[in-house]
Nanobody, 125 residues
Framework: VQLQASGGGLVQVGGSPRLSCEASGRIFDSWVMAWFRQAPGKEREFLAAATSRTATYADSIQGRFTISRDSRKRTAYLQMSSLKPDDTAVYYC?????????????????????WGQGTLVTVSS
């Protein structure tokens, strides 16, 4: 699946931007969609992931970020709120095939087959 992320840019502290990730090439509902971010000098960090039935979040952003997906538009979203300067990073969407009815969402970047190009979010005070 090919992924195209968008929605980044310069945001004020406390802002609430929404990132989008449009998928193409495969059956959207057969893939788990995830969001990661990577700040300068840091490792890639899991934020959230969702199948069509469930979602999971990193503890670090719980309550501030919400993942959603629209099957008709083949798009996943990350709604962010109460942004802080520490949220400045390149945000990546990723996808992995759901291979089993017992699939458990992974928080490891290594579990994801496809990646978008990344979109930079800069939080300015």
């Amino acid at each position: 699946v090919q992924l195209q992320a968008s929605g980044g840019g310069l945001v004020q502290v406390g802002g609430s931007p929404r990132l989008s990730c449009e998928a193409s090439g495969r059956i959207f509902d057969s893939w788990v969609m995830a969001w990661f971010r990577q700040a300068p000098g840091k490792e890639r960090e899991f934020l959230a992931a969702a199948t069509s039935r469930t979602a999971t979040y990193a503890d670090s952003i719980q309550g501030r970020f919400t993942i959603s997906r629209d099957s008709r538009k083949r798009t996943a979203y990350l709604q962010m709120s109460s942004l802080k300067p520490d949220d400045t990073a390149v945000y990546y969407c990723a996808a992995a095939p759901i291979r089993s009815v017992y699939y458990i969402i992974s928080k490891s970047p290594a579990s994801y087959d496809s990646w978008g190009q990344g979109t930079l979010v800069t939080v300015s005070s």
